[in-house]
């Protein structure tokens, strides 16, 4: 099992060099360009630069490996304002359950609401027949599980759907991802993901079929208009973090390592196969694991000119949590927010809630 591991990883670093090399020039090109948006409220304060350090739910939008270490039960809300001003907003579910020796099973569900639009058609540009509301949703099922004391390793089988009233889209795709700890107190960590990867699909429904008068006949005909399929926005995560601990370290029953002052520092290389790569990097510091800042940065190349630069979301990113136990087992109770600086509108906001027990 342990040479199916490294034998993952390998490939996983391979296909990140090669397949998945960024590429600005297909900018704009792939479909369901939500599986992008890091729905969670602890992990974006990071601006995603934690990659190998993540752990429990939230590990399953960075690296499904992380949920290896997910202590016994773990439920997660958030809800996230995506670029603040556009009335678009994210909510997230998520259920973690260990299995014992036999490894970790985690769900997820991500609504992006876009609120109602007003529908408008060429006879009538102005609307005044009603409105519509998109709907986004993606399933994800996870599994991941400790190989050993230093490897880990998961994987995720998301269900995506795109719809309106009249049209839609559906597709599946898979995340795989493994993840590496050494040091003294496990202090350095390394991970490697795949994510989005699934086959091609396309819009359908009777929103695209359009009907016409026969030429000089009184027959109306109706044509269905073709769609050409989209791929999913493939991309790999290559990430090492370091823990200092800055005063006495202590063991906890589970084999993890704390200390009443922490300091974490991540960094995360994201080679996109329909954009631009991106570099990035983000330090945490934690006050007995109840009390943690955050704070990252993203980069990637003509990030402030407005014509060449092919995101929004680039830039800092900051967030705190405040975690409070419940009672002598280790339940506890999370309270997590993160704000993201945009190119344009007002930034992105998340609230999250996360229950362990």
């Known amino acids: 099992m342990k040479n199916l591991t490294y034998t993952l990883a390998l490939a996983l670093a391979f296909i990140s060099f090669d397949a998945f090399s960024g590429n600005e020039d297909r900018a704009g090109e792939a479909g369901a360009s939500e599986l992008l948006i890091n729905p969670w409220a602890r992990s974006s304060g990071w601006g995603g630069a934690n990659t190998a350090s993540a752990r429990g739910l939230e590990a399953m939008n960075l690296n499904i490996s992380g949920l290896a270490f997910t202590k016994n039960t773990e439920v997660l809300f958030s809800n996230t304002s995506w670029l603040s001003g556009t009335d678009i907003n994210l909510l997230s579910f998520g259920f973690a359950k260990k299995l014992g020796d036999a490894g970790v099973m985690g769900l997820t569900v991500t609504r992006m609401s876009f609120g109602e639009i007003q529908i408008t058609t060429a006879d009538l540009p102005d609307g005044g027949i009603g409105n519509y509301e998109p709907n986004y949703l993606n399933i994800g099922f996870a599994y991941s599980k400790q190989f050993s004391n230093s490897i880990s ?59 016409a008068d026969k030429l000089n006949t009184d027959q109306t005909l109706t044509f269905q208009r073709r769609t050409s399929d989209f791929e999913l926005p493939s991309l790999v995560n290559i990430g090492a973090s370091y823990d200092f ?113």
């Not at 601990?245 to 922490?262: C, I, K, P, Y």
């Not at 009672?327 to 927010?337: E, R, W």
């Open 153 to 211: 390793g998961g994987l995720v089988v998301r269900i995506i759907t795109e719809s309106t009233a009249d049209v839609n889209a559906s597709g599946v795709s898979i995340d795989a991802g493994v993840s590496y700890k050494t040091a003294k107190y496990d202090a350095f960590k390394f991970g490697i993901t795949l994510r989005n990867v699934g086959p091609t699909t396309s819009y359908r429904g009777n929103g695209l079929s359009i009907q």
């Open 245 to 357: 601990f800055l005063t006495e370290v202590e063991e906890n029953e589970d084999g993890s390592f704390m200390a009443e002052h922490r300091v974490t520092a991540s960094g995360t290389f994201t080679s996109n196969s329909f954009t631009k790569d991106q570099i990035r990097v983000g330090g945490e510091y934690a006050f007995q694991n109840k009390f943690m800042v955050r704070a990252g940065y993203v980069f990637e190349t003509d990030a402030t000119d407005e014509v060449e630069s092919r995101t929004t979301s680039v830039g800092p990113t900051m967030g705190a949590t405040l975690e409070i136990p419940t009672n002598k087992t280790g339940s506890t109770i999370g309270l997590d927010y993160s704000y993201r600086f945009t190119r344009t509108f007002d930034g992105t906001h998340a609230i999250g809630l996360r229950l362990t027990f």
